[in-house]
């Protein structure tokens, strides 16, 4: 990387999450600019496909249709080298209000998919955004994390095994 | 960063070997999958994998005693949750989820500021 640049670096705003209850998720993030830019960011496919798949995660963005508009759907294929067949995302939207809140369903796991609504605060130039998933049932979210973590368990065990190990040496050298 | 791995090891070292045998039998993890949906008796889970109830008996106690199942007797019943160290995987999730979405962000940073510089111009532009 490049740590000399003309513009001088700003600190970078945290991203945050948080289990709010036993049904919700909550992502939070500051975004130096205001909040109608951030609203086109998620509401342009040809901007939103900038930064839904960050490079670091290894999909690439297959497809990405958006009708934002109340009652419009949304479609967007992924690809990922350790998966036999591309991964579809899609919904609904419920609520578009422009520069402020979009809500939109999350189908393609059926009836255990979230609700999620994203509002834009402005505040002096900065927007506020936070990001409210709310599942049908605890059971649903638990299920979420469930699938999220309980296949890569074995990997994630063996990657602490690594790091233990490489612990264990590194203390024992020193 | 040191403080992170110096919690992972205390809290994981001891509990290491046992989890790992824990989990290298496949009913053993479809029973840590079942308990991530809903809380079960033992009777039930034996019914689910046809499994015999000492059976059973002997995967859950293996998985309470790597710290991945709770169970509990109330009257002649003993229901299975998921323990502890299941509830630090979760712990375990949702920073894998923040990672995820902090680097989706970052992107989103750097396409807001194309906006903002765009639009900086383009004012520029027009009051010329």
């Known amino acids: 990387m490049d740590a000399r640049r003309e513009i ?167 | 960063m040191c403080h992170i791995l110096n919690h992972m090891v205390q809290s994981h070292r001891t509990g290491f070997d046992a989890s790992f045998a824990a989990l290298s039998d496949a009913t053993r993890r479809g029973v840590l999958e079942q308990l991530g949906r809903a809380d079960a008796s033992i009777t039930d889970l034996a019914g689910k994998f046809r499994m015999t109830l000492t059976g059973m008996k002997k995967h859950v106690g293996v998985l309470e005693q790597a710290g991945l199942v709770a169970t509990e007797k109330v009257g002649r019943v003993r229901t299975c949750k998921l323990g502890l160290r299941r509830l630090e995987e979760e712990a375990a999730w949702i920073e894998s989820y923040r990672q995820l979405w902090d680097a989706r962000f970052d992107e989103l940073d750097k396409v807001v500021g194309k906006l903002t510089r765009k639009e900086k111009v383009d004012g520029r532009k027009k009051r010329d």
């Open chain 1, 8 to 174: 001088e670096p700003t600190p970078k705003n945290r991203t945050t999450v948080e289990r709010k209850s036993e049904r919700e998720l909550v992502v939070t993030r500051t975004f130096n600019g205001p909040a109608r830019l951030v609203f086109e960011a998620w509401a342009r496919p040809e901007l939103f496909k900038q930064w839904w798949v960050p490079k670091s995660c290894g999909l690439s963005l297959l497809s990405c249709e958006m009708d934002v508009r109340v009652g419009g759907k949304y479609r967007l294929v992924f690809s990922h080298p350790a998966a036999p067949e591309p991964m579809a995302f899609f919904g609904s939207y419920l609520e578009v209000t422009p520069h402020s809140r979009l809500v939109w369903t999350n189908e393609e796991a059926g009836d255990t998919g979230q609700v999620t609504t994203v509002t834009f605060e402005e505040r002096g130039g900065k927007t506020l955004l936070v990001m409210h998933d709310l599942y049908p049932s605890k059971e649903a979210l638990d299920g979420a994390i469930a699938s999220g973590s309980t296949g890569g368990m074995g990997e994630t065990f063996e990657q602490l095994d690594e790091l233990l190990a490489a612990l264990g040496t590194s203390v024992g050298g020193s």
